[in-house]
């Protein structure tokens, strides 16, 4: 068993991984809307790579990709 302080520093760390991916899906969102198609794919490129088992991040991504043109990419 680990010690109490080791608990709270696993929570905390996952509890920031998940506001930084909710805040680069907002952010990638928001350049989407907006056309601007290199920020959009910058911060969804962030968000794969920090968590790349996170399935939303990657089919944002790719939809992104394939928006911008990107098909063989995507």
Do not use: F
């Not at 520093?9 to 920031?16: D, G, K, M, P, S």
């Not at 490129?45 to 990419?73: F, I, K």
């Amino acid at each position: 068993a680990g010690s109490p302080l080791a608990a709270w520093l696993l929570a905390a760390r996952a509890r920031w991984q998940a506001q930084v991916a909710r805040s680069l899906e907002h952010l990638a969102t928001a350049h989407e809307r907006a056309g601007h198609w290199a920020e959009a794919l910058a911060a969804a490129r962030r968000w794969v790579e920090d968590d790349p088992r996170d399935e939303s991040g990657h089919r944002l991504l790719m939809r992104l990709l394939a928006l911008s043109g990107n098909t063989e990419g995507a």
